[in-house]
């Protein structure tokens, strides 16, 4: 191989990151994480405001000594509010990143990895996490609000390993929502309404870009999950005050979540305990309540998605 780092595009971390491989690594560095010795160093990300432009620049740094991995994500978001009248579909994405990985030992940069797949997957993994330990016994009927990169990842894992009965889906432009089913080839059941989509549904995913509140608490049945995956700055929203003041709240980082979301901050919502703390079973999973999961997006996640892609990828390599 050549001393020059290889760069590991998105069809190769599409081969190589599995849901299968990703969600028990996940799992054990969300434990870490939460249990806050040292295993897991991760500050809050740093987020540099793109003002003029209405977008967002994010450096995602994270070690992990129990995988030997050391990994940085860059990532920039666009609020991209023209789409709403225009052809959204064909859009500019709202969302590019890529993972600097490094050799914990020396330092030296590994690859460059494409970022996108990683953002999408590991997401959606971590979300699936949350409802297999906060969804009610019975949960046959799937929302899904948005229609975007985030609820292709998430439909895709959640087909893999639930078996609902029912998918309901709104998206802000109609059109989006029923392209989103036609790829799919798969049954959903596209609603004119958000209210509509999330009537009588035991899980809901909200993953838009949305600013303000597109999830009431009045329309949630009591006792259902909800994985509230946008959002992700301080005067967002997409839960309103009453879901978030009346819900059991999860987040997967606490600090993380109380610098970045709006849906907590604005409401004054209290968080009940981090996913990893579930996950160790140090805090309850209290699935026959109305929880939230509020997921900000943590770089370990990240860095442990890379360092897999770049073993699996290493390993079909022969040295020269
Ligand atoms: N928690 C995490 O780990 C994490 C990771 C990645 C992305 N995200 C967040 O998830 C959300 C979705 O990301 P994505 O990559 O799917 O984005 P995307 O641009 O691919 O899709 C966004 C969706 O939101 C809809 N939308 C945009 N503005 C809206 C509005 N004002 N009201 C209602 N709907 C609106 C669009 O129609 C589209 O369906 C974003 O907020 C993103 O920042 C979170
Ligand atoms: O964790 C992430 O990758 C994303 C970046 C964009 C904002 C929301 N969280």
Redesign the pocket.
Same mark, same amino acid.
């Given at each position: 191989m050549s001393d020059r780092p290889p760069f590991l595009e998105a069809e190769v971390v599409k081969k190589f990151l599995t849901y299968t491989a990703l969600i028990p690594l996940l799992k054990t560095a969300l434990i870490n994480f939460s249990a806050g010795t040292g295993a897991v160093v991760q500050p809050v990300r740093t987020i540099v405001p793109v003002a003029n432009y209405g977008g967002f620049l994010g450096v995602m740094p994270a070690y992990s000594a129990t995988d030997d991995a050391l990994a940085t994500k860059v990532v920039t978001?666009y609020e991209?509010k023209r =789409?709403?009248d225009e052809n959204?579909i064909s859009a500019f994405?709202?969302?590019h990143s890529t993972v600097l990985l490094f050799e914990p030992r020396n330092g030296s940069l590994k690859a460059i990895i494409d970022g996108n797949v990683i953002?999408?997957r590991r997401?959606a993994a971590v979300s699936a996490i949350a409802t297999k330990l906060l969804k009610p016994a019975s949960a046959d009927v799937l929302c899904i609000l948005? @229609? /975007?990169?985030?609820?292709h990842s998430h439909f895709e894992v959640f087909m893999e390993l639930f078996s609902f009965k029912e998918v309901k889906m709104w @998206?802000?432009?109609r059109e989006?929502a029923e392209l989103f089913a036609s790829t799919m080839k798969a049954n959903v059941q596209v609603c004119a309404t958000a209210r509509e989509a999330v009537a009588d549904a035991d899980v809901i995913i909200t &993953?838009?870009? =949305?600013?303000e509140p597109?999830l009431l608490g009045e329309w949630v049945k009591p006792g259902a999950h909800v994985n509230a &995956? /946008? =959002?992700?700055r301080p005067d967002w929203r997409e839960l309103d005050d009453s879901l978030m003041q009346h819900c059991v709240l999860y987040v997967d980082s606490r600090e993380a979540a109380l610098k970045e979301s709006g849906d907590i901050i604005l409401s004054g919502a209290e968080i009940f305990a981090e996913l990893g703390q579930v996950l160790k079973e140090t805090k309850p999973a209290l699935a026959e309540k109305t929880t939230v999961f509020k @997921? &900000?997006?943590l770089a370990i996640e990240d860095t442990v998605s890379a360092k897999l892609v770049f073993d699996l990828w290493s390993a079909t390599k022969t040295p020269e």
């Open positions: 978001f991209n =789409a709403a959204e994405p709202s969302h953002t999408d997401t948005g @229609s /975007g990169a985030q609820a @998206s802000r432009r989006s &993953v838009t870009m =949305a600013t597109i &995956v /946008g =959002a992700c @997921s &900000v997006g």
